[in-house]
């Protein structure tokens, strides 16, 4: 008999696996969901992820950033380490911080279908500049499409100070 514990967390592999393989270049792959067990409640999810690291497609050096991704879920959350190999799997790859941001918010809509995402890169500076993308996405027809609309519009009114870069 599968218990109720078992059946929420179908799907997730690699949660307390001690044999994961890290993944050295871009693979959506890895991205696991469970099932949310609140979807009626609105409510973010906020991960803060200070160790990003991809390539510069032109000169191959590295580029390193703390990423944040914020989402309100539907019917699914993703699982945490399996959000962490995926994004270890952008050490190898050449992409701009645009693109970067871009996809990794594309591929987390495709896998969880949320009420609303946005991703917010914050990378180090190289050259003297840093560049700080931000992307955002509101489920079509819902409340939520105008907050994205909104927080777009919004996202940078209130810089914050920086003295750690």
């Not at 109720?4 to 959506?28: C, H, M, T, W």
């Not at 949310?36 to 590295?62: A, I, M, R, W």
């Not at 995402?117 to 931000?134: A, C, H, L, N, Q």
Request: glycine fraction near 4%; hydrophobic fraction near 30%.
């Amino acid at each position: 008999m599968t218990s109720r514990i078992e059946k929420d967390l179908a799907g997730v592999s690699l949660l307390g696996n001690q044999e994961v393989k890290y993944k050295f270049d871009y693979d959506p792959i890895v991205l696991e969901k469970f099932v949310n067990k609140h979807p009626d409640n609105d409510y973010f999810v906020k991960f803060n992820c200070p160790e990003f690291t991809s390539l510069c497609p032109k000169t191959g050096q590295p580029d390193f950033a703390t990423v944040y991704i914020s989402y309100v879920p539907d019917n699914y959350l993703v699982e945490s380490k399996s959000l962490k190999l995926y994004l270890f799997s952008f050490r190898n790859h050449g992409d701009f911080h645009e693109d970067c941001m871009n996809i990794i918010m594309k591929d987390l809509i495709k896998l969880l279908d949320p009420k609303y995402i946005e991703v917010w890169g914050k990378f180090t500076p190289r050259g003297g500049i840093s560049i700080d993308p931000y992307c955002n996405y509101g489920k079509k027809n819902t409340e939520w499409e105008s907050v994205a609309k909104k927080r777009l519009f919004e996202h940078d009114l209130y810089p914050e100070k920086v003295d750690n870069r």
